[in-house]
């Protein structure tokens, strides 16, 4: 098992509340440990990221700019992350960043400056653990009332009940904890 040498997250779900095509940044509010999960990331020098579908500009019910504008409003309540990946299209584009697709976890490893086999990817469903896969990443579900039951049985070895827990059983990289 390699080293963690970088975390990336999930948006919606995982880091901030989930409201659906949220162009507004005031709507934005932190979940449990969300904040705690990536200070302890950097505190221990690890460089983190989000990586996020965000179909809402493909399907025209957001634009760029509302993403962008709701992603900064994140990034200040959660302390600030080091890179901010979306893929704007429609889930029928058949682009290769959306999750499940490893596009964007390579993205955010190449802009890190690490290998996709030591990023850990952090998300709320089947897809983010599946986009870290065909990364060649290490994904956990942290499941919430959205995630789909089988979705869950499914993981549960790779799956932690928080994106703070996430983390730090990834720190203190137990063997075989996480397989792939």
């Not at 919606?12 to 705690?36: F, K, M, S």
């Not at 990946?85 to 058949?94: R, V």
């Not at 089947?126 to 499941?143: K, N």
Request: charged share 25%; proline share 9%.
């Amino acid at each position: 098992m390699s080293a963690v040498s970088a975390v990336l997250f999930d948006r919606d779900g995982t880091l901030v509340a989930d409201v659906p095509y949220n162009r507004d940044p005031d709507r934005v509010r932190t979940l449990p440990g969300a904040v705690e999960a990536v200070a302890l990331a950097r505190a221990a020098g690890l460089p983190t990221g989000v990586v996020s579908n965000q179909s809402g500009i493909g399907r025209g019910l957001l634009t760029a700019e509302d993403v962008t504008r709701v992603n900064r409003r994140a990034d200040e309540l959660l302390g600030g992350l080091d890179a901010w990946l979306y893929c704007p299209h429609a889930p029928d584009a058949d682009c290769p960043c959306r999750k499940p697709r490893p596009g964007l976890i390579l993205a955010a490893a190449e802009r890190l400056g690490v290998p996709p086999a030591e990023c850990l990817v952090v998300g709320d469903i089947a897809a983010d653990v599946l986009a870290a896969r065909a990364a060649g990443a290490r994904g956990v579900l942290v499941p919430n009332a959205a995630t789909a039951p089988v979705e869950v049985r499914r993981f549960a070895r790779q799956s932690a009940p928080d994106a703070l827990t996430a983390v730090r059983d990834a720190l203190g990289a137990r063997p075989g904890r996480w397989p792939r």
